[in-house]
């Protein structure tokens, strides 16, 4: 019997981001994804909308023997300091996770850190452990977007040596870092035989209010909007005599930590469902097809993500 760690997939604000099972292990250094060659991702099906994330895997078991790991799944990072969520850590716990049918309780971990200070370093520098020693408890971080002052001022104040020399490195530390919160359980993969996962949860959706001509911005980057998309946006707030600012919703789903795995991801599906007065847009190829008035839907054989998945919705 083996243990190590492996990663799956989650959901984020602005963009928010959420991320494939892996395995891998979490250290006071952050959480760390290994790469496993002895069970496969045979199936994938993601859903994805504003108001609900359902993914479900189907593992199998490459070996004659049962083996062991911890499994991770990562909502990578937010911005500590920058979010409008009234309950973050409310939905952080709707999080749900079956396996063969039968609920499991995850175990929380919340990290905190500093982006790398040169582009040599490629490593996030950790500072819960410091942060923690300042006061700074795990439900006082989650909800740091409605208690801002009080958080500034703590690390501010904070006498560890190590976050006095990263807050006066940084110029405007306040925006810079980051809260990374990953889920774990551990795992066995029955010898030679499949084992489902899945993952129900509520995702946390940022965005904010723009014009017309912003989506040839950044967003338009960030989102492949094309002038099909513009177009439509137009002809609803034409038909409907709204204002031209337009409110974008935005969420992001990485689909990179997939490719961890012994293979290519056997049968990859995702579905996109939006409301009837909405229009999305995001960065895929043509296999995302529209199956009905609300819902698109993309399907990828032998599939290995080289990019995660970030989407926008208007109205």
Same mark, same amino acid.
């Given at each position: 019997?083996?243990?190590?760690?492996f990663c799956l997939?989650?959901?984020? @604000?602005?963009?928010?981001?959420?991320?494939n099972? +892996?395995?891998?292990?979490? +250290?006071?250094?952050?959480?760390?994804?290994?790469?496993?060659?002895?069970?496969?991702? *045979?199936?994938?099906d993601?859903?994805?909308? #504003?108001?609900?994330i359902n993914?479900?895997?189907?593992? %199998?078991?490459?070996?004659? !023997?049962?083996?062991?790991?911890?499994?991770?799944?990562?909502?990578p990072?937010?911005?500590?300091?920058?979010? /409008?969520?009234a309950d973050?850590?409310?939905l952080?716990?709707?999080f749900?996770v079956k396996v &063969?049918?039968?609920?499991?309780? $995850?175990? !929380?971990?919340?990290?905190?850190?500093f982006?790398?200070?040169?582009?040599?370093?490629?490593k996030?520098?950790?500072?819960?452990?410091a942060l923690?020693t300042c006061?700074?408890?795990?439900k006082?971080?989650? &909800?740091?977007?409605?208690? #801002?002052?009080?958080? +500034?001022e703590?690390?501010?104040?904070?006498?560890?040596?190590?976050?006095?020399?990263?807050?006066k490195?940084?110029? /405007?530390?306040?925006?810079?870092?980051?809260?990374?919160?990953?889920?774990?359980? !551990?795992q066995? @993969? %029955?010898?030679?035989?499949i084992? !489902?996962? *899945?993952?129900?949860? =509520?995702?946390?959706v940022g965005?904010?209010?723009?014009?017309?001509?912003?989506?040839?911005g950044?967003?338009?980057k960030?989102?492949?909007?094309? %002038?099909? @998309?513009?177009?439509?946006?137009f002809?609803?707030?034409?038909?409907?005599d =709204?204002? $031209?600012?337009?409110?974008?919703r *935005?969420?992001?789903?990485?689909?990179?930590?997939?490719?961890?795995w012994?293979?290519p991801i056997? =049968?990859?599906?995702?579905?996109? *469902? =939006? %409301? $009837?007065n909405e229009?999305? +847009?995001?960065?895929?190829?043509?296999?995302?097809? #529209?199956?009905?008035?609300?819902?698109f839907?993309?399907?990828?054989?032998?599939?290995?993500?080289?990019?995660?998945?970030?989407?926008?919705?208007?109205?």
């Amino acid at each position: 019997m083996q243990n190590k760690i492996f990663c799956l997939g989650v959901v984020f @604000f602005s963009l928010v981001a959420t991320a494939n099972d +892996s395995t891998g292990y979490a +250290s006071t250094g952050g959480i760390n994804y290994i790469k496993n060659h002895h069970i496969s991702m *045979e199936t994938e099906d993601l859903y994805i909308s #504003k108001d609900k994330i359902n993914v479900a895997y189907q593992f %199998k078991n490459l070996t004659n !023997r049962d083996i062991t790991e911890i499994i991770l799944f990562p909502f990578p990072a937010l911005n500590g300091m920058d979010g /409008d969520f009234a309950d973050t850590e409310g939905l952080l716990n709707s999080f749900q996770v079956k396996v &063969n049918g039968n609920a499991i309780k $995850p175990k !929380r971990h919340v990290n905190i850190f500093f982006p790398p200070k040169n582009q040599a370093e490629n490593k996030p520098i950790d500072v819960t452990v410091a942060l923690a020693t300042c006061g700074m408890s795990e439900k006082l971080l989650l &909800n740091s977007w409605k208690l #801002k002052d009080d958080i +500034s001022e703590k690390i501010a104040v904070c006498p560890n040596q190590e976050i006095q020399k990263l807050l006066k490195y940084y110029d /405007d530390w306040e925006n810079e870092w980051k809260i990374q919160i990953t889920y774990s359980w !551990r795992q066995t @993969f %029955k010898a030679n035989a499949i084992t !489902r996962v *899945e993952h129900h949860y =509520r995702p946390l959706v940022g965005g904010g209010i723009n014009t017309i001509q912003d989506l040839n911005g950044q967003l338009k980057k960030n989102f492949c909007i094309d %002038k099909n @998309f513009t177009q439509k946006l137009f002809h609803l707030h034409e038909k409907a005599d =709204r204002t $031209p600012l337009i409110l974008t919703r *935005e969420l992001s789903y990485i689909l990179t930590t997939g490719a961890n795995w012994a293979k290519p991801i056997g =049968r990859f599906t995702l579905t996109i *469902e =939006r %409301k $009837p007065n909405e229009v999305v +847009s995001l960065c895929w190829d043509k296999s995302l097809k #529209k199956i009905n008035a609300t819902q698109f839907k993309a399907v990828k054989t032998n599939f290995i993500p080289q990019h995660d998945i970030d989407i926008v919705f208007t109205e």
